[in-house]
């Protein structure tokens, strides 16, 4: 497996990313909703980064089986995501692919009140965008490759990996 992309790099442009959402956010109701399960480092990490209260929370999406890159029925369970209303919502996910996923999203939380909502990705996959939507925060390009690590799988593995790597195809 090669690295794509150190821990080092990772965290230092979490931090940046945190100063940027703190710029924008403060003396607003921010909530961080994550997309389970790709986005949870990067939920846990920017959550505890912001120096501005937040609230956390989770919705499920999905659609990838196995190393498929090609986007399948999206399966949607908000049964975990708290209440919105009112609230200025960053929806964050570990990469922004054929854009399938964040836009399906954006649409959902739209009609549940909430006052903002925004997007925010640690990867964006150049050259691969089918829907266009432009996230607010992006912490990476990077090239058409299948990445895991940092909450992305193959398979459901490796998504441990502090780091991100590209996964070869033996
Ligand atoms: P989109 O809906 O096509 O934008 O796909 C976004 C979702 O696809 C992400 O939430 C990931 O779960 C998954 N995905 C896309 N590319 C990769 C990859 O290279 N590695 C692992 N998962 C990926
Ligand atoms: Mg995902």
Do not use: C, W
Not at 46 to 54: H, T
């Amino acid at each position: 497996m090669e690295i794509l992309i150190t821990q080092q790099q990772i965290q230092s442009r979490v931090a940046e990313l945190a100063r940027q959402i703190e710029a924008d956010y403060t003396g607003r109701p921010l909530s961080l909703i994550g997309v389970m399960t790709g986005s949870l480092m990067l939920l846990a990490d920017l959550a505890r980064s912001i120096q501005i209260p937040s609230r956390v929370g989770v919705i499920q999406a999905g659609s990838y089986r196995g190393a498929t890159t090609v986007s399948g029925t999206l399966l949607i369970n908000d049964s975990f995501l708290p209440d919105v209303a009112g609230r200025d919502v960053i929806i964050l996910d570990d990469i922004l692919d054929t854009g399938h996923t964040l836009s399906s999203l954006r649409d959902l939380i739209s009609k549940l009140g909430p006052n903002s909502i925004t997007t925010g990705v640690l990867l964006r996959k150049i050259g691969r965008q089918i829907i266009p939507i432009e996230p607010d925060y992006t912490g990476f390009e990077i090239p058409n490759r299948f990445v895991i690590g940092y909450g992305l799988d193959y398979n459901d593995d490796y998504r441990h990996l502090p780091h991100i790597g590209v996964l070869h195809e033996s």
